[in-house]
């Protein structure tokens, strides 16, 4: 959620900060807008809107200047408009920002300024904390660094900001605090982001700023210090990010270009971790902690969205190959129970951004009570790898469209090798059955690619349901998550309302609702639930529901039953998953296309939601 761009050097901003924006669309936003300083002064331009009203807006305006800012909105105090747009003035309107977080005490600090004389043009929260910046400069007669640092220790919340400041017009001030912001290196120059895709076509050299940490950017130099005023060292890193991956690469979509790199992102994410013929897996960065796997009482995972339904995979694995007891939960409602956790706990976070609030925030309590973290993330640098005790890494590549794919296949593999990396920790697995089953996941991405050429059946499929309003997905024991992945999917980019169930559940409720319109897609695969997922079958098919049914390639009882079949191959049903689920996302992003979505960017939703 949210977008930040900025650039000081020795480049015309505009073009660098425009781009920028552009690259960081897929976080999801309402606004944009573009803060510039040349000889003449600043100049704002912001619109509700694209990028691209933006661009049209200012097309004929003085866009000069070597120093600038930008900001896509995702709207949280303020519905989305021009006057709501970033960047925000102060009061005397010599300082700006750009903000992504949350100013959770903004209201009281509003009453205040405003008391004292500040007029505020705007709803939102961070003009008041740019208003609380000049306020204090004023009273304190001290130096735009050191006030934004006071300002900071009167907030509580979530921020990542630029400031920009008319009467210096030579540099820029950026700050964080559990929002992610990422520094460009370059020879004169520096950028400024919420991630690396906007700098990677500049530098490959960045400095990850760290939660309560200011720095102050000029052409020449960097300095970073702590809230506390102490001066920080910075890691300079090298991005592993490649220029290419941000391009649709000749899709229609990011979204089908991700769906069909799965079969290299699981691959990429199985490399140097898995040894078939010695039945082994390794897996560096939980490496220290194997012999305290041995005597672990419990695994709890915390997620959001689709990785909570990843994680809902990685239970069955667990307990299955592993024996240890797993409860999966919502990050967002975890952390504001009163949950038993003891030393004895480990806790596998995981985000594909390595930024989700709520998943931070349950990781924090979990600390705090002594267990044991471990992240599962896509993103090197982000904050959950920092936060967490060790963890791996899913090696997916940038995923730029909203509704996760292969993120979430990447993270399914994780939890796969997590699972079988217990089971070898605790004997809990035979070396010939861990050979056996490392061959098979070995070879699934060549399943993967054979179940993407059933894509024009799929599209076939799709024409027939994609005026459908509401849309059952059901399945059995690992089928389960895969049927609620499908669901989400299918709402997330065809605003189609839809729900998984357990199969078994469709009689305690869902049933109600079958007709001759409502479209109900199963994980029918020949598995050890098959005979009862047929019962469900023939339930739906009485009452003349309609019945989309993913089965394993040669199938002919399903067939004899269902409408429409779309094979997949035969794997072992700790696999199921992998393979399952590029079917669902195909459907659905074969619907949101005929019914003319935003497939890559659908309404509301931000990729990555870094507030509550």
Not at 548 to 570: H, L, S
Request: aromatic share 6%; charged share 25%.
């Amino acid at each position: 959620m949210c977008g930040i761009v900025g650039y000081i050097g020795y480049r015309e901003a505009w073009p660098i900060v425009l781009k920028g924006l552009k690259r960081l669309e897929y976080r999801g936003y309402d606004s944009a807008g573009i803060a510039l300083m040349n000889n003449s002064g600043q100049h704002i331009y912001k619109k509700a809107g694209k990028v691209a009203v933006l661009e049209e807006f200012a097309e004929t305006q003085d866009k000069s200047g070597t120093i600038g800012m930008g900001h896509t909105r995702w709207a949280t105090h303020g519905v989305p408009s021009d006057r709501n747009s970033h960047p925000h003035t102060s009061n005397n309107e010599k300082l700006s920002i750009i903000h992504n977080g949350i100013i959770e005490n903004y209201a009281t600090l509003k009453e205040e300024l405003t008391n004292r004389g500040h007029d505020f043009k705007s709803d939102t929260d961070t003009e008041v904390l740019i208003h609380l910046i000049e306020e204090i400069q004023k009273i304190e007669q001290i130096d735009l660094l050191e006030a934004v640092r006071l300002a900071l220790h009167e907030v509580n919340g979530a921020y990542a900001i630029v400031i920009m400041d008319k009467e210096h017009p030579d540099r820029l001030i950026a700050a964080r605090k559990g929002s992610p912001m990422v520094i460009g290196v370059g020879k004169g120059e520096y950028f400024i982001a919420s991630d690396a895709t906007p700098i990677i076509e500049y530098t490959k050299n960045v400095i990850y700023l760290k939660d309560g940490e200011i720095a102050l950017i000029t052409r020449e130099d960097l300095l970073i210090k702590q809230l506390d005023n102490v001066v920080q060292t910075p890691l300079i890193q090298e991005l592993e990010l490649k220029l290419e991956m941000l391009e649709k690469g000749g899709f229609d979509h990011f979204m089908l270009k991700e769906i069909y790199e799965q079969p290299r992102s699981i691959k990429d994410c199985m490399r140097g971790r898995i040894y078939p013929e010695e039945g082994k897996v390794q897996l560096g960065g939980i490496k220290e902690f194997a012999e305290k796997l041995k005597n672990i009482d419990r695994i709890i995972i915390v997620a959001c969205g689709t990785s909570w339904h990843a994680g809902l995979v990685g239970e069955y694995l667990i307990e299955e190959y592993a024996r240890i007891p797993v409860e999966v939960e919502y990050a967002s409602e975890f952390r504001y129970r009163n949950p038993i956790i003891t030393e004895k706990d480990v806790v596998i976070a995981i985000s594909q951004s390595g930024e989700t609030a709520d998943t931070m925030a349950a990781i924090e309590m979990a600390k705090e009570r002594g267990a044991t973290i471990f992240g599962i993330c896509n993103v090197a640098g982000a904050s959950i790898p920092r936060l967490t005790h060790a963890g791996v890494y899913t090696h997916a590549g940038p995923e730029i469209g909203v509704a996760s794919t292969k993120a979430f296949t990447a993270q399914v593999t994780v939890l796969t090798l997590m699972a079988f990396y217990m089971a070898q920790q605790k004997g809990t697995i035979t070396t010939s059955k861990l050979i056996e089953l490392l061959t098979e996941l070995d070879h699934i991405p060549e399943k993967i690619q054979i179940a993407l050429e059933s894509n024009d059946l799929i599209k076939e499929v799709a024409e027939k349901i994609k005026d459908s309003t509401n849309c059952l997905f059901l399945g059995r024991g690992s089928g389960f998550p895969v049927a609620l992945e499908g669901a989400l999917k299918l709402k997330e980019i065809s605003y189609i309302h839809a729900e998984g169930y357990p199969a078994a559940e469709m009689k305690h409720g869902p049933i109600a609702l079958i007709d001759e319109e409502m479209p109900v897609v199963f994980i029918a695969t020949q598995n050890s639930s098959y005979e009862k997922v047929i019962s469900n079958i023939q339930e739906v098919k009485a009452r003349k529901g309609k019945v989309i049914a993913i089965v394993t390639q040669g199938d002919t009882e399903v067939k004899k039953m269902a409408d429409y079949c779309i094979e997949i191959p035969d794997a072992n049903e700790a696999f199921l998953p992998l393979i399952a689920t590029i079917p669902l996302q195909l459907l659905s992003y074969h619907i949101a296309v005929m019914r003319g979505c935003n497939v890559d960017q659908p309404r509301n939703l931000a990729k990555s939601v870094t507030v509550e």
